[in-house]
């Protein structure tokens, strides 16, 4: 009976032999097993909640980035507009003769299909308004008769009603007929805009010039 009771205590497993375990059998122990999985899981996690955050942050900053350049004026636009910047816009539109006065007022010379006149542009500054007309363009005083006169400005009102860009003025002192149209730049300007302005302007001139000359001459009372 006491071989047999020594026998099973034998069969007892021995963790620890008298003290301290050795490190081999720390490392098999299954609390320190438990605890190194947990720990190693737990930094999983961590690292991939950080993971989560930083991507929640850069696409955060792609958005805002993205929204910054949404709102950033295009390369060929001038928020505050200057005489050299329209001069530059109308050459590069193809007004090569374009030429800047001292006054400020650009003026290029037009030759049309029908006839030829001169694109003259002034920019107000203070108020910031860009002008542009088509002068040199017709007199009143090519009216033969006063009948031929108010069809004249009979064609004048019916184009002005048509017309989406761009109004016929009359100047009362010098009997000058116009075409002309105002830009305002309080938000700046582009040059497509400005070109597309200078270009549909002198061809509605070029276009109308015809029936504005045969009512001056009387034709059609």
Same mark, same amino acid.
Do not use: W
């Given at each position: ?17 008298? &003290? ?6 720390? /490392?098999?122990?299954? %609390? ?5 999985? *947990? ?8 690292? %991939? ?9 850069? #696409? ?15 390369? +060929? !636009? ?9 001069? /530059? ?7 090569? @003769? ?17 006839? +030829? !006149? ?5 920019? !107000? ?9 088509? #002068? @040199? ?27 989406? *860009? ?8 010098? &009997? ?9 730049? @309080? @938000? ?13 302007? #002198? ?14 001459? &009387?034709?059609?009372?």
């Amino acid at each position: 009976m006491v071989g047999a009771h020594r026998l099973r205590a034998c069969k007892r497993p021995v963790l620890f032999h008298g &003290g301290a375990p050795s490190a081999r059998e720390a /490392d098999y122990h299954p %609390h320190v097993l438990a605890l190194v999985l *947990l720990l190693g899981c737990a930094r999983t996690k961590l690292l %991939h909640l950080e993971n989560q955050v930083l991507e929640q942050e850069n #696409t955060k900053l792609r958005q805002s980035l993205e929204g910054c350049e949404a709102q950033a004026p295009p390369p +060929d !636009f001038a928020v505050n507009v200057t005489p050299e910047i329209v001069a /530059d816009y109308l050459r590069r539109s193809g007004f090569s @003769d374009a030429k800047l006065q001292p006054t400020g007022v650009l003026s290029a010379p037009v030759q049309g299909t029908n006839t +030829d !006149f001169t694109l003259t542009i002034q920019l !107000f500054e203070r108020e910031k308004v860009l002008f542009v007309a088509a #002068t @040199d363009y017709l007199q009143l005083e090519e009216a033969t008769s006063s009948k031929a006169m108010v069809l004249l400005l009979t064609q004048l009102a019916a184009a002005n009603y048509e017309l989406l *860009l761009g109004k016929f003025q009359l100047n009362p002192k010098n &009997g000058e007929i116009t075409l002309s149209v105002e830009l305002n730049l @309080d @938000d700046g300007l582009g040059f497509r805009t400005f070109h597309s302005v200078v270009h549909h302007l #002198t061809k509605t001139a070029d276009e109308r010039y015809p029936s504005l000359l045969r009512a001056a001459q &009387g034709q059609g009372i």
